[in-house]
């Protein structure tokens, strides 16, 4: 009988040529579960200390989650991982699609590659076959058109990750794409492939999942699936600014149910924040120093998130996903559809630029996509790159004439395709704002919005400072992905794991900027249950429904037939934590060094507009945080008595 | 478990020719052997073997099927959640997803290529919300 994992990796010496199957111990998944813990096992005793993250050095692991064909659902979801170019720590990247279960359609739970080929090539399994093949008629194309040439070639059901154009020059904020242009974007990890001249994999296998008690999964699945298809009619799209006006009028929070967040995502997927967010005081503005009053709904209209609907063929679903938040879109121009743009993607490329263009937006979607390039740090550094130009740091000389100016979208177009073929300015640029800042000076640093060298995401810290924390304290910097004071509701741990508090269905405002113990509590608790999340291989907004609607841990006892709960589950979580700081401090990182800007924590204030006044309390916050972890409050480094605690071995 | 080939094989090769995962190795007039580490559990060997030489993971002896009569996936709407395990699931890839309708934006699955179809009903095995049926009746029998 199986318990979810495949119990094998794969690993492969690029520069030799050698490919090796590995089988890991039951013990290792007991420890650090599949997928991100696995990997971090993995990483953790392999990577050498101060490896050259573009060096022969330097792993790059692909690896699938536990739950992945179990019969659980919202468990499509593989990750990347390595030592990040972009940040010099750990660094992952997660994407959905159909890329996950191929891996371990495969047979094996991650594929790990070191060492750097002399040539182009690409890893093709089939059959049972694992091989390098030349990849020289596909270096150089897009990442769409390259793994559709690919796929010509292999049988019907084979899965592609490669990388585009920008991974191949080594842009600093370049990704991995599967699936038409899916990307698991952050870290910089494109360039690590890129460095190895590791175009591609492709997958394709029949492999069984073997799992503890399948029937108890789908009984579980089939629960969960009533609450996500339950999808009342809700307002239109032109309404959502208003709810976000609502919000940020009120003095007080509501405390915010997952269901809620489904409703939209079902609706409209990510995208039906992007006014909301902007009204609510969510999304950073011009390069985080302006406000919603400069971008307000007459100017946001254009990316109401009808009109995304309105451009969408179909809804895509990831693997698994009975939600469906993704969707193929039809443009004109260039090219012909796109993957939906997301939230993230609209506000980095619009509000944070002021760019009111919609189509440009479509445009940067796909161009972006197609590259390899990760539209989050693409615009943040495009905004970046506008206020040089405002303050006289970049003058029409530097930019070939571009005239830089806020919300000139054929100027952004112009700019983020140098970047893209790293010609000119676009060179200085497509390795990220804080690179930018460095070759550029001038006093330009300060005009970079960042945690550790990664521009951080649309969601601003002053508004939700668990933002804040999470920007300035994980072990992969500036991630949104992993906690807030507003992904703590929505998880409701506190009905599953014991000792967690209860968050009060109705809270002002101002008690979300007071620094206590409890806040650490949930900032810790978010960190673990992600850690988790991404060993299972779930996906974060399935997990938005709540621990009492999606039955994590129950999936995972059902799936391995363990004798834990709840809590147990939140250890590993924790323990993974633990390694991946540890990893940082083998490879130099001082942890304290990852706080966010200044700018992004209210340094100095607003001085209007939804977090006028605001300020974060960031050190104290990083300080409460370590300590829940049993890490170093000054340093941020785990112990040896806290690496002992959690069965670590210190290398 | 792995299924096995006994010593009533005559070397003949249909298996060897429909396996999917190439599984199964022998020369032409000789005994042939499944990889247990390969073998994936279709069962398709044992549907097209003339000489009653495959058995099961039980052990049980696989009886010969026509393949137009080999059980076939039928998929109900109502109850699919458009989340494609089964697409991922068939070790073929002979199901295909549909266009989207005015009414309803998810795609839905469907078997685009029949020839290809094994029987194998992982796609009704592993989906969750049992959407997926096999027709194992439609054509007058087929595995149980």
């Given at each position: 009988?199986?318990?979810?994992?495949?119990?094998?990796?794969?690993?492969?010496?690029?520069?030799?040529?050698?490919?090796?199957?590995?089988?890991?111990?039951?013990?290792?998944?007991?420890?650090?579960?599949?997928?991100?813990?696995?990997?971090?096992y993995i990483l953790y005793n392999r990577i050498?200390?101060?490896?050259?993250?573009?060096?022969?050095?330097?792993?790059?692991?692909?690896?699938?989650?536990?739950?992945?064909?179990?019969?659980?659902?919202?468990?499509?979801?593989?990750?990347?991982?390595?030592?990040?170019?972009?940040?010099?720590?750990?660094?992952?990247?997660?994407?959905?699609?159909?890329?996950?279960?191929?891996?371990?359609?495969?047979?094996?739970?991650?594929?790990?590659?070191?060492?750097?080929?002399?040539?182009?090539?690409?890893?093709?399994?089939?059959?049972?076959?694992?091989?390098?093949?030349?990849?020289?008629?596909?270096?150089?194309r897009d990442a769409v058109e390259a793994e559709?040439?690919?796929?010509?070639?292999?049988?019907?059901?084979?899965?592609?990750?490669?990388?585009?154009?920008?991974?191949?020059?080594?842009?600093?904020?370049?990704?991995?794409?599967?699936?038409?242009?899916?990307?698991?974007?952050?870290?910089?990890?494109?360039?690590?492939?890129?460095?190895?001249?590791?175009?591609?994999?492709?997958?394709?296998?029949?492999?069984?999942?073997?799992?503890?008690?399948?029937?108890?999964?789908?009984?579980?699945?089939?629960?969960?699936?009533?609450?996500?298809?339950?999808?009342?009619?809700?307002?239109?799209?032109?309404?959502?600014?208003?709810?976000?006006?609502?919000?940020?009028?009120?003095?007080?929070?509501?405390?915010?149910?997952?269901?809620?967040?489904?409703?939209?995502?079902?609706?409209?997927?990510?995208?039906?924040?992007?006014?909301?967010?902007?009204?609510?005081?969510?999304?950073?503005?011009?390069?985080?120093?302006?406000?919603?009053?400069?971008?307000?709904?007459?100017?946001?209209?254009?990316?109401?998130?009808?009109?995304?609907?309105?451009?969408?063929?179909?809804?895509?679903?990831?693997?698994?996903?009975?939600?469906?938040?993704?969707?193929?879109?039809?443009?004109?121009?260039?090219?012909?559809?796109?993957?939906?743009?997301?939230?993230?993607?609209?506000?980095?490329?619009?509000?944070?630029?002021?760019?009111?263009?919609?189509?440009?937006?479509?445009?940067?979607?796909?161009?972006?996509?197609?590259?390899?390039?990760?539209?989050?740090?693409?615009?943040?550094?495009?905004?970046?790159?506008?206020?040089?130009y405002e303050e006289g740091i970049l003058t029409?000389?530097?930019?070939?004439?571009?005239?830089?100016?806020?919300?000139?979208?054929?100027?952004?177009?112009?700019?983020?395709?140098?970047?893209?073929?790293?010609?000119?300015?676009?060179?200085?640029?497509?390795?990220?704002?804080?690179?930018?800042?460095?070759?550029?000076?001038?006093?330009?640093?300060?005009?970079?919005?960042?945690?550790?060298?990664?521009?951080?995401?649309?969601?601003?810290?002053?508004?939700?400072?668990?933002?804040?924390?999470?920007?300035?304290?994980?072990?992969?910097?500036?991630?949104?992905?992993?906690?807030?004071?507003?992904?703590?509701?929505?998880?409701?741990?506190?009905?599953?794991?014991?000792?967690?508090?209860?968050?009060?269905?109705?809270?002002?405002?101002?008690?979300?900027?007071?620094?206590?113990?409890?806040?650490?509590?949930?900032?810790?608790?978010?960190?673990?249950?992600?850690?988790?999340?991404?060993?299972?291989?779930?996906?974060?907004?399935?997990?938005?429904?709540?621990?009492?609607?999606?039955?994590?841990?129950?999936?995972?006892?059902?799936?391995?037939?363990?004798?834990?709960?709840?809590?147990?589950?939140?250890?590993?979580?924790?323990?993974?934590?633990?390694?991946?700081?540890?990893?940082?401090?083998?490879?130099?990182?001082?942890?304290?060094?990852?706080?966010?800007?200044?700018?992004?924590?209210?340094?100095?204030?607003?001085?209007?507009?939804?977090?006028?006044?605001?300020?974060?309390?960031?050190?104290?916050?990083?300080?409460?945080?370590?300590?829940?972890?049993?890490?170093?409050?000054?340093?941020?480094?785990?112990?040896?008595?806290?690496?002992?605690?959690?069965?670590?071995?210190?290398? | 478990?792995?299924?096995?080939?006994?010593?009533?094989?005559?070397?003949?090769?249909?298996?060897?020719?429909?396996?999917?995962?190439?599984?199964?190795?022998?020369?032409?007039?000789?005994?042939?052997?499944?990889?247990?580490?390969?073998?994936?559990?279709?069962?398709?060997?044992?549907?097209?073997?003339?000489?009653?030489?495959?058995?099961?993971?039980?052990?049980?002896?696989?009886?010969?099927?026509?393949?137009?009569?080999?059980?076939?996936?039928?998929?109900?709407?109502?109850?699919?959640?458009?989340?494609?395990?089964?697409?991922?699931?068939?070790?073929?890839?002979?199901?295909?997803?549909?266009?989207?309708?005015?009414?309803?934006?998810?795609?839905?699955?469907?078997?685009?290529?029949?020839?290809?179809?094994?029987?194998?009903?992982?796609?009704?095995?592993?989906?969750?919300?049992?959407?997926?049926?096999?027709?194992?009746?439609?054509?007058?029998?087929?595995?149980?």
């Amino acid at each position: 009988m199986g318990k979810g994992y495949m119990g094998k990796i794969l690993t492969v010496d690029l520069t030799v040529g050698d490919i090796t199957e590995e089988i890991i111990p039951d013990d290792v998944y007991e420890k650090y579960l599949s997928g991100m813990g696995l990997a971090a096992y993995i990483l953790y005793n392999r990577i050498p200390a101060g490896a050259d993250p573009l060096g022969p050095d330097n792993i790059l692991g692909f690896v699938s989650g536990l739950l992945t064909g179990t019969g659980s659902l919202f468990a499509g979801r593989w990750m990347v991982v390595g030592k990040s170019p972009l940040t010099g720590s750990w660094g992952d990247a997660n994407c959905g699609g159909n890329f996950s279960p191929a891996i371990k359609r495969c047979g094996y739970d991650g594929i790990f590659f070191k060492g750097i080929s002399s040539r182009p090539v690409y890893l093709y399994i089939g059959k049972g076959k694992a091989e390098l093949r030349d990849a020289s008629h596909v270096w150089g194309r897009d990442a769409v058109e390259a793994e559709k040439m690919l796929l010509k070639d292999t049988p019907a059901g084979a899965r592609v990750a490669l990388i585009g154009p920008s991974g191949e020059k080594l842009s600093l904020i370049s990704g991995i794409s599967n699936d038409g242009g899916r990307m698991a974007a952050r870290s910089g990890l494109g360039a690590v492939m890129g460095s190895k001249m590791l175009k591609a994999l492709v997958l394709s296998g029949a492999n069984r999942i073997a799992v503890h008690n399948r029937e108890e999964i789908k009984k579980l699945s089939r629960k969960c699936n009533k609450w996500v298809q339950f999808q009342p009619p809700f307002l239109p799209g032109s309404m959502m600014p208003y709810v976000g006006a609502f919000m940020r009028m009120m003095p007080t929070v509501l405390a915010q149910d997952g269901m809620l967040y489904k409703i939209l995502l079902r609706k409209w997927g990510t995208g039906s924040l992007n006014q909301m967010s902007i009204e609510m005081g969510d999304s950073p503005i011009k390069n985080w120093k302006g406000n919603n009053e400069d971008f307000g709904p007459k100017k946001s209209v254009t990316t109401n998130p009808d009109v995304f609907t309105d451009r969408e063929m179909i809804k895509y679903h990831c693997y698994s996903c009975p939600l469906g938040c993704g969707g193929i879109c039809s443009m004109t121009g260039k090219y012909s559809e796109t993957h939906k743009p997301e939230y993230e993607t609209v506000l980095a490329l619009g509000g944070l630029c002021l760019n009111e263009d919609v189509d440009s937006i479509f445009y940067l979607n796909e161009a972006l996509n197609r590259a390899g390039m990760d539209t989050i740090s693409a615009g943040a550094t495009v905004a970046f790159a506008i206020e040089c130009y405002e303050e006289g740091i970049l003058t029409k000389k530097d930019t070939d004439g571009l005239e830089l100016s806020w919300g000139n979208s054929d100027a952004i177009i112009a700019l983020v395709d140098k970047m893209i073929s790293r010609e000119g300015i676009g060179d200085i640029l497509a390795d990220g704002s804080r690179v930018a800042a460095r070759k550029l000076g001038k006093g330009s640093e300060r005009f970079t919005v960042h945690a550790g060298g990664q521009e951080l995401a649309m969601h601003d810290s002053r508004n939700d400072p668990g933002f804040a924390l999470h920007y300035s304290v994980e072990p992969t910097p500036g991630r949104h992905t992993i906690g807030a004071g507003l992904y703590y509701e929505m998880f409701q741990l506190w009905k599953k794991v014991k000792g967690l508090p209860k968050v009060s269905p109705l809270y002002f405002k101002g008690s979300k900027y007071v620094v206590d113990e409890e806040k650490a509590v949930r900032g810790a608790a978010c960190s673990k249950f992600m850690n988790v999340l991404n060993g299972a291989g779930l996906c974060m907004f399935g997990s938005f429904l709540g621990a009492n609607k999606i039955p994590t841990f129950e999936w995972l006892t059902a799936a391995t037939g363990w004798n834990k709960g709840p809590e147990e589950y939140m250890e590993i979580g924790e323990r993974i934590q633990t390694l991946r700081q540890a990893f940082n401090v083998k490879h130099g990182i001082e942890p304290k060094n990852f706080k966010i800007s200044d700018r992004a924590v209210g340094k100095p204030p607003l001085s209007g507009g939804a977090n006028k006044g605001r300020t974060v309390d960031i050190d104290k916050m990083m300080e409460g945080y370590w300590e829940q972890f049993g890490w170093d409050i000054v340093t941020g480094k785990p112990g040896a008595e806290c690496m002992a605690r959690l069965d670590i071995e210190v290398q | 478990m792995s299924y096995k080939i006994t010593d009533a094989c005559n070397g003949c090769g249909a298996c060897k020719k429909v396996c999917p995962v190439d599984a199964i190795h022998g020369d032409k007039k000789k005994p042939h052997v499944i990889d247990a580490e390969l073998c994936i559990e279709c069962g398709a060997c044992g549907r097209v073997c003339p000489r009653e030489a495959v058995q099961d993971g039980f052990g049980i002896v696989c009886e010969m099927i026509k393949r137009s009569e080999w059980g076939k996936p039928v998929f109900d709407r109502k109850k699919c959640m458009s989340c494609v395990i089964c697409l991922d699931a068939c070790p073929v890839g002979c199901l295909t997803l549909s266009e989207a309708v005015p009414k309803d934006p998810h795609g839905y699955p469907s078997l685009n290529n029949e020839e290809a179809c094994l029987g194998c009903g992982f796609c009704a095995y592993e989906c969750p919300v049992d959407a997926v049926t096999m027709d194992y009746d439609r054509r007058g029998g087929g595995r149980g």
